[in-house]
């Protein structure tokens, strides 16, 4: 079993370290290396009204989010809140009551196509739609909500930027066995690939990946497309910890 090659964890600093402590306490060498910094932006808020639908694509959202929004404001009524995968939805039931949550059911992909599947089963008569989100990022869903009557607003409450990697970072890829990666995003694997290049490196001649959707596994899967087909690994998780630990464990302990 391949137990001396690391674990590289690469979602944005600070959502790294439960994580990273349960792997180490299972045995593994884990190393915490985001691969996309995130700032928050100073814009306020939209002010939501009855029969809005407050869409957030990430955690970062939901955090961005409510950190501009008084405290002591509670979640107005008749809004939807909806999350495009659990983990999100996690978030947002800290500041928005349960039955006033969408999103996918346990076990769906963690995407905009299933998140869009649970607004038309709700049957939501079409209004203003806000989709908090970063600077850049899929376009998907406010077209789709377009298409169907919404008014659609997105409001980017913070921005996505590359974190580059040092030499030595970039190294551990291909370091001694078959390191496993946890990729979240297509533009964590952007990021990547970006400090790989500027350091004149390749991606690893081998590697494992864990990764919450097949998108993200097709991107790599074509960077591999041309080397041994047991080159490249691939795990699919649920975006949740247990699932990403478990994920993790199994693949970093495969041979």
């Known amino acids: 079993m391949d137990l001396i090659a690391p674990v590289v964890l690469t979602r944005?600093?600070?959502r790294n370290a439960p994580l990273a402590a349960a792997l180490r306490a299972a045995g593994l060498a884990v190393v915490e290396a985001p691969a996309l910094k995130i700032e928050r932006l100073a814009v306020a808020p939209p002010v939501l009204q009855v029969g809005d639908l407050c869409v957030f694509v990430?955690?970062?959202?939901?955090?961005?989010?409510?950190?501009?929004r008084c405290a002591a404001t509670p979640w107005p009524d008749g809004v939807r809140a909806a999350a495009v995968g659990a983990a999100t939805a996690q978030a947002l039931r800290l500041h928005v009551p349960a039955d006033a949550i969408l999103a996918p059911a346990e076990g769906a992909p963690?995407?905009?196509?299933s998140l869009l599947a649970v607004i038309e089963a709700v049957g939501l008569v079409p209004g203003r739609a806000h989709i908090m989100r970063a600077q850049q990022g899929r376009d998907w869903l406010a077209r789709q909500l377009q298409a169907r009557g919404w008014s659609v607003y997105c409001h980017a409450l913070y921005r996505r930027s590359p974190a580059i990697w040092d030499r030595d970072t970039c190294a551990?890829?291909?370091?001694p066995g078959r390191c496993t990666l946890l990729l979240t995003s297509l533009e964590a694997v952007d990021a990547v690939a970006d400090s790989l290049?500027?350091?004149a490196m390749d991606w690893?001649?081998?590697?494992?990946?864990v990764t919450l959707h097949e998108r993200i596994a097709r991107r790599l899967q074509c960077i591999y497309a041309d080397r041994p087909a047991d080159a490249l690994t691939v795990r699919l998780s649920a975006p949740d910890e247990a699932a990403l630990f478990q994920a993790i464990l199994a693949?970093?302990?495969s041979a």
């Open 12 to 14: 944005p600093a600070g």
């Open 58 to 68: 990430s955690r970062q959202a939901v955090d961005a989010c409510f950190d501009g």
């Open 110 to 113: 963690p995407d905009s196509e």
């Open 172 to 175: 551990i890829l291909a370091g």
């Open 197 to 199: 290049r500027r350091q």
């Open 204 to 209: 690893p001649a081998t590697l494992k990946l």
């Open 251 to 253: 693949s970093a302990r």
